[in-house]
């Protein structure tokens, strides 16, 4: 069955600076993977997806994720990160031998430090 | 705003009960998935239907039961209700099966 890691509970940047919120996944077939945005008291929001293509996909808000396959990484990125930045983010995957199921990873918290 | 809306926002109800959370998916959207979010497992899913039909199903207990009518609306039933089942419960849509999911804002389910 397909799995996802977030290895950090919380991630502290400083405004202004490159932000990356790490993300890898294991799954049997080939992955389709998101990243996904949640700010308190609110649904989660769609940043950005991998399904095919460019392993560099560029998203909402300024957010680019790598799709390294050797590396079974899909880390988020920003190049200059804002404090409106701050929230709790979730990778998520997709096996395409699995059917519809979807796992999310744990969430990683992101503070953008004024 | 996403485009999808769920009712109740907040529900309080005892042990034992039973409750319905609705979920109207964005306009032309086919696929609705519902989650479980609680502090201690994180998001977890739960099912999710296509066009009427169920098409996978998640960590869903046998006490609670989904269905999607024919205007794509869904409905989860939550039975026998216990105080762990307290929780965020988010539906989401999307139009076809592999694209990205609009969630709703959630409702939060208190039991007592």
């Known amino acids: 069955a397909q799995s996802v890691a977030q290895p950090e509970d919380q991630v502290n940047v400083a405004e202004g600076n490159p932000l990356t919120v790490k993300c890898t996944y294991s799954v049997s077939g080939n992955p389709y993977l998101f990243w996904y945005v949640q700010y308190p008291n609110r649904g989660l929001q769609f940043l950005l997806k991998?399904?095919?293509?460019?392993?560099l996909v560029k998203g909402s808000y300024g957010f680019e994720a790598e799709f390294n396959k050797s590396q079974t990484s899909f880390h988020l990125k920003k190049p200059s990160a804002l404090v409106s930045d701050s929230a709790l983010y979730f990778c998520?995957?997709?096996?395409?031998?699995?059917?519809?199921?979807?796992?999310f990873g744990p969430g990683t918290r992101l503070s953008v430090l004024p | 705003d996403s485009g999808v809306t769920q009712t109740p926002k907040h529900l309080i109800t005892a042990t034992g009960q039973r409750v319905t959370l609705r979920c109207s998916p964005r306009?032309?959207?086919?696929?609705v998935y519902w989650y479980q979010q609680s502090l201690d497992q994180g998001l977890q899913f739960l099912i999710q239907y296509y066009n009427g039909e169920e098409r996978a199903k998640g960590n869903i207990l046998e006490r609670f039961s989904a269905q999607q009518f024919p205007d794509l609306h869904s409905e989860l039933n939550l039975s026998s209700l216990e105080l762990g089942d307290s929780a965020l419960y988010f539906c989401?849509?999307?139009?076809?099966?592999?694209?990205?999911?609009?969630f709703g804002p959630g409702t939060r389910l208190t039991v007592t």
């Open positions: 991998y399904i095919t293509g460019d392993n």
């Open positions: 998520a995957v997709r096996d395409d031998n699995y059917g519809q199921n979807f796992v």
């Open positions: 306009s032309g959207d086919l696929s």
């Open positions: 989401a849509s999307s139009p076809q099966q592999d694209y990205e999911q609009y």
